[in-house]
Nanobody, 115 residues
Framework: QVQLVESGGGLVQAGGSLRLSCEVSVRIFSVAAMGWYRQAPGKQRELVAVISSIGLTNYADSVKGRFTISRDNAKNTVSLQMSSLNPEDTAVYYC?????????WGQGTQVTVSS
């Protein structure tokens, strides 16, 4: 059983910053790929950023240069530092754990950016 718990969402003004964290309760963490996805109202869930087991990262074009994903294998956590936020970043953000063909999702955390 894998449990992912996100935290750090909230309301922020445009131009502001937020840091999301995801703690994963699982025996095998360091070899898993971790990611952050988001879903805005009326839109499909989309990739925000992913980080591989060896620390390779990939970002959606819309967040490159503004968001940074990181992981701490000693604490089974993955974080997303978000800066220069704009109203288009408003969404529910989901943490994702992927190991081989298996994937698990957190419950999501709301990020709202006011203009």
């Amino acid at each position: 059983q894998v449990q992912l718990v996100e935290s750090g969402g909230g309301l922020v003004q445009a131009g502001g910053s937020l840091r999301l964290s995801c703690e994963v309760s699982v025996r095998i963490f360091s070899v898993a790929a971790m990611g952050w996805y988001r879903q805005a109202p009326g839109k499909q869930r989309e990739l925000v950023a992913v980080i591989s087991s060896i620390g390779l990262t990939n970002y959606a074009d819309s967040v490159k240069g503004r968001f940074t994903i990181s992981r701490d294998n000693a604490k089974n956590t993955v974080s997303l530092q978000m800066s220069s936020l704009n109203p288009e970043d408003t969404a529910v953000y989901y943490c994702n754990y992927r190991l081989a063909t298996m994937t698990w999702w957190g419950q999501g955390t709301q990020v709202t950016v006011s203009s």
